[in-house]
């Protein structure tokens, strides 16, 4: 589909204008907001990762694709909404402390909105602490911990344990992802879940929450 490549080039050069022109007309086409999403906007920003990754581009590159990308993705918010369906469930959605990506778990939260949960989304760079209090006052049933970093990433069995040192970890699910994470880290750090995608992130959470009410 023309403007799906078009979207994802737009992406690719980190023009924000472009691409939320690009995604109206793609609505306008009656494209679904997934499709934009996963055949747009998300491989726009795989292929930054991958020249990233050759040293073809550099940081500012990345932050620009960035800011495009992040422009998209709220140009589609709008047309994920709930439709009204009543809240399954809440979600505490946090990059962990030291992590500043962000993209990935923005997506996550869209997704998990769209699927009729309630999301609190407590930003990135989140220390434990701020988590264990977020859990006391928001009460959800599922934590999320996103982390880009290997160096970020043991950081969430850190808040695992301080949220069994809280006495708060029978009363949700904590649930991990991001690049790096895999599900045999999960297991290892006692986490309740782990996706890899933003899909598979809606799939385990609706799973958890039929456990945990079932
Ligand atoms: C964009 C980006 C940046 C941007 C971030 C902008 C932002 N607001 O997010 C900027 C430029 C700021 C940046 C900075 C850095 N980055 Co960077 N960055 C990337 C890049 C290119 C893309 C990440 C991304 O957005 N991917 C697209 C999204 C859609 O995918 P995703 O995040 O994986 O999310 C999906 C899944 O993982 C999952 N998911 C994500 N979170 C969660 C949470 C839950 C609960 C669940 C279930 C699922 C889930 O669902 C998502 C949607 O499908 C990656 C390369 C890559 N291929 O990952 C490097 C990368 C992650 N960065 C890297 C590095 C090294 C850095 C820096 C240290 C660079 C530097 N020298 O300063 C800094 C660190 C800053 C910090 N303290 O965090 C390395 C990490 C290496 C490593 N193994 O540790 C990578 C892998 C690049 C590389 N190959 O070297 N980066």
């Known amino acids: 589909m023309k403007v ?8 690719r050069q980190g023009d924000s204008s472009l ?3 690009l995604i109206q007309k793609a609505l306008r086409q009656a494209l679904a907001a997934e499709r934009i999403l996963e055949g747009g906007l998300i491989p726009g920003m795989d292929e930054v990762g991958v020249k990233f990754k050759k040293n073809e581009i550099f940081i500012p590159e990345v932050i620009i694709a960035s800011r ?3 422009s998209g993705i709220e140009a589609l918010r709008p047309h994920f909404g709930p439709l009204g369906l009543p ?12 992590d500043l990506h962000d993209i990935g778990k923005k997506i996550v939260c869209l997704m998990l909105e769209a699927a009729a949960l309630e999301v609190v989304d407590l930003g990135v760079d989140i220390p434990k602490e701020q988590l264990v209090r977020a859990v006391r006052t928001e009460k959800p049933d599922v934590v999320g911990l996103s982390a ?9 069995g850190e808040v695992v344990t301080a949220a069994g040192a809280a006495g708060l970890r029978r009363k949700i699910k904590i649930i991990v992802g991001g690049a790096p994470v895999t599900a045999s880290y999960a297991e290892e750090i006692e986490a309740d879940g782990f996706a ?14 039929s456990g945990k009410k079932g």
């Open 68 to 70: 495009a990308m992040k």
């Open 87 to 98: 809240l399954r469930g809440k979600v505490i959605m946090a990059t962990v402390k030291g």
């Open 196 to 209: 890899p995608d933003a899909a598979s992130a809606v799939t385990l959470v609706k799973s958890l929450l």
């Open 4 to 11: 799906l490549e078009e979207i994802a080039d737009g992406v």
């Open 148 to 156: 880009l970093l290997t160096s970020t990433m043991t950081y969430m």
């Open 19 to 21: 691409v939320r022109d």
